[in-house]
């Protein structure tokens, strides 16, 4: 017997739950415990309970419904993703993953279905990191990446307390964060990036998340006046800058499928129309999903920097800020979702997120693969974002099929 999720029923609770929050464009402001939070936190809460579950909330205030297996001596196999958005956010990003494993277990009770594993559907706490940074806290603190009591005092822009505001939603639980081991870890999420739609796939099979290093450069050159000092004389910062854009921006050609480049931001000082630049604060952002390429990219950084600076009889400070490195999902959980996608006669692709997310996170403790969906033009953390009611459902049911593969020949 093939057992089917019901799209409609799907398509229904993203539309119910995005009344919690809603914005005039058709997006979402639900910032991590805010009002909107606790109210879209005791919807959910309520919908799985009518469906048996068993509700749990961590010290971080992360939701865990737990539908029983047959077994109690197994680890649950776990369906989650974020149920909090950007100021002006969209009614999908986070909310697919969350409410698609209420539709699984919907889809079990209906159908009868014992599990082997008991299956918890997840809400992870302030995955956006709108309004307290960074982001992914609740499933870093779950996986011993981010200190505990760091996030808990962390604290907003209007100087409100993480801690305090999880406690005034009601959420702040009595389990310890991380104390709670799982088989394995699925994620269902929109592409947030225009790739399957323009190819026309409806299923990404997430192999893993690239990695990304920041770096802050200075450059220091001389202020002098614009029109009393020769070209030749000049020690411009900004010259500088320029030609290290173009070289960041060439550095990901000569590295090849893969690598992404980025120049953000550029400050030129005294940003004054009549001075020659003295000083540039600039920033490189670095991508790519293997180590030994992101190494040689930041080789290539130096080289680069160093050889335009020379030539402006400018001097520089090269800082690499952030490092994070590249994951690689478990092979199992992927095999698993590409199978599901197969017997689904889903037009699929291999891709890599671009994207940071909970699950990026929650592999360092357990086997753990995601599932893309296309959204349309690539948009998301904007109101406009939007995904198809077919492309939600192919979603849904490739889940649905690889929690059961995993529940029937995971380790
Ligand atoms: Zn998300």
Not at 47 to 54: D, I, L, S, Y
Request: charged share 25%; with cysteine.
């Amino acid at each position: 017997m093939t057992i089917k999720i019901n799209p409609a029923r799907l398509w229904n609770d993203i539309i119910e739950s995005g009344k919690i929050g809603a914005t005039e464009k058709g997006g979402l402001c639900r910032l991590a415990l805010s009002e909107e939070d606790r109210r879209v936190r005791e919807w959910f809460v309520e919908a799985c309970r009518a469906e048996g579950c068993e509700v749990r909330f961590d010290e971080l205030g992360n939701l865990f419904a737990r539908r029983a297996g047959h077994r109690t001596d197994l680890h649950p196999i776990a369906i989650g993703s974020h149920l909090d958005s950007q100021p002006t956010g969209g009614k999908f990003d986070g909310i697919l993953g969350v409410l698609a494993g209420l539709e699984v277990v919907r889809t079990f009770n209906e159908h009868g279905i014992k599990t082997e594993h008991p299956i918890e559907i997840i809400d992870w706490t302030n995955e956006e990191g709108a309004r307290f940074a960074p982001a992914m806290q609740g499933s870093g603190v779950f996986a011993g990446v981010l200190d505990k009591e760091t996030i808990l005092s962390c604290q907003d822009r209007e100087g409100r307390v993480f801690g305090e505001e999880l406690e005034r939603i009601g959420f702040r639980g009595d389990d310890a964060c991380g104390d709670h081991p799982l088989d394995s870890y699925f994620e269902l999420h929109i592409e947030q990036g225009p790739i399957l739609e323009a190819e026309e796939k409806v299923i990404g099979v997430v192999g893993g998340v690239q990695g990304m290093r920041w770096y802050d450069i200075t450059l220091k050159g001389r202020a002098s006046h614009a029109g009393t000092t020769p070209m030749k004389m000049r020690r411009d910062a900004s010259v500088a800058a320029a030609e290290i854009i173009v070289a960041v921006n060439r550095l990901a050609q000569e590295i090849g499928e893969g690598a992404l480049t980025t120049t953000g931001v550029i400050e030129a000082y005294p940003n004054s129309r009549n001075v020659v630049p003295s000083r540039v604060f600039m920033t490189a952002d670095l991508r790519h999903t293997r180590v030994d390429a992101l190494d040689r990219m930041e080789e290539r950084l130096k080289e680069v920097v160093a050889a335009i600076c020379l030539q402006h009889q400018v001097s520089e400070t090269l800082d690499r800020l952030w490092d994070s490195p590249p994951v690689q999902f478990d092979v199992e959980c992927v095999d698993a979702v590409r199978e599901a996608a197969k017997r689904g006669h889903h037009p699929l692709r291999e891709i890599t997120s671009g994207a940071g997310h909970d699950a990026v996170h929650v592999s360092r403790v357990a086997p753990t693969a995601m599932i893309f969906i296309p959204c349309k033009d690539g948009i998301s953390h904007n109101e406009i974002e939007s995904a198809t009611p077919e492309h939600v459902g192919a979603g849904a049911s490739v889940l649905l099929e690889a929690v059961l593969e995993r529940d029937h020949h995971g380790s």
